[in-house]
């Protein structure tokens, strides 16, 4: 799934008046209290959450503020290209304090002649149609601050973040040249049935009752969970522990995450070492994402987004069931939704896959909490729309959740700055073709760094 403002800057913020930060690095202010959200507070926009000053670096103009709840930072270069980069932060848990950070990217970007904008959004949670809203009024924000209008904008996102990037280059289509999701949540709800599929294979195979309450979730299910948990890991096994019955686990997730493809033993041992999430901590990672306990509504939605009514478990790719599969289907809970992805940016916004512009997204095919399966998902959606041309999905072999390095980010970026100008679609890789992702050198081409935990190296 960031910082704090000052009263001077909240001063500035309101006046929007086009001036740079001064030259002397700020001094880290407490938090204030946010206009628009009761409870919350929003962080010095002029500090990271470490307490270092956000300042101008090789010349360049920086602005910061507060406005309607949301901070934002904003940063051009002395040599501008004249144009903007907006960057949507992921998702950042429950907590009331809204914070903004610096991109990955951010020295590229001006290295390149790119401004820069970035917003905390007014709230936390899995609030995607706030970070549309507060990403694209950055839009507005940088003419105002630096009295200069960006001649195009390049929508980019990690994580949640690109959820917000799918969700605002649909929604505001003229806005856009061009965007860059990476690690992104570019399926919607199809996110949750996922972590619906994780938890209730292991119910299933390890023969345990689970429950998927209906909203609003009495807490004390939190802990009736963690007992069920509790009951289904010693057979399941953790991290390199992992049991035969756990391997078969993770044959079913591995086909629900994106289909059979290199490094993935050492995905769930790794994703199956880690813990949890709040408010589960003390469990697997995986099994503290179990929608149920939200009951299915991600924390934002009126009703359960998620549903496997209709999933077929399998744990190959085999077309042809097995007698343990068949199994499985039988015993596993089923789950039907009540509502559904929201075509407004209320709830969980919805991802139509019709995007106008050129869209190169990044996905480590290891990442077990936003899976490769999200760049299907989006390959197929975009493919039905006609606008299959217009995405761009590269594999990336890395474990980790956005494990990407600065120079793979930015040969993505490049590349699709490159597509835009010159119109000319850069390569990619073939994610909708199980053999090709299955292959032993999937995830080669655009990895540039060599990950030891990743498992075997990329053929010589």
Known sequence: MDAQRSVVGLVAGILAVPAPAAADPPVCGPPVVSTTQPGYTVADPDCDVNGTPFVPVNGSSVWTGITDGA???????ADWNGELVLYAHGYRGLGTTVFVDSPSLRAHYLSRGFAWAASSYATNGYDVGQGVRDSYTLIDRFKE????????????????????????????????????????????AELFD????????????????????????????QEVYRQQVARQVPLLGQGAGLTALGRTWGDFVEQRSGGTRPGF????????????????????????????LSGGTAGIAEGNLTSNRFTLYQSD???????????????????DRTDRPSRDLSGVPRVDGRPRVPVLSMHT?????????????????????GRGKLFVSRAVRALGHCEFTV????????????????????AGDAILDRRAVAADDFGCRFTLTQRPTFGAACPA
């Open 71 to 77: 901070a934002y930072r904003i940063e051009k270069p």
């Open 145 to 188: 601050r630096t009295g200069l209008r960006a001649r195009s904008v390049y929508m980019t996102g990690a994580s949640m973040g690109g959820h917000v990037t799918a969700v605002a280059i649909e929604e505001h289509p003229q806005a856009f040249v061009g965007a860059m999701p990476v690690c992104g949540v570019l399926g919607d």
């Open 194 to 221: 996922y972590f619906l599929d994780a938890n209730v294979t292991a119910a299933a195979l390890t023969g345990t009752a689970i429950t998927f309450p209906k909203a609003p979730v009495d807490p004390s299910f």
């Open 265 to 292: 033993d050492n995905a769930i041992a790794y994703w199956s070492a880690l813990p949890g999430i709040p408010p589960l901590t003390t469990v697997p990672f995986l099994f503290g994402v179990y929608p149920g």
């Open 317 to 335: 790719d085999s077309p042809w069931l097995s007698r343990d599969e068949l199994r499985v289907n039988r015993d596993v809970l089923r789950v």
């Open 365 to 385: 095919i290891g990442d077990l909490f936003v899976p490769l399966s999200m760049e299907q998902e989006y390959a197929r959606r975009a493919a039905l729309q």
């Open 407 to 426: 120079p793979e980010l930015a040969q993505g970026f490049d590349d699709l700055v490159s597509w835009v100008r010159t119109g000319h679609r850069p």
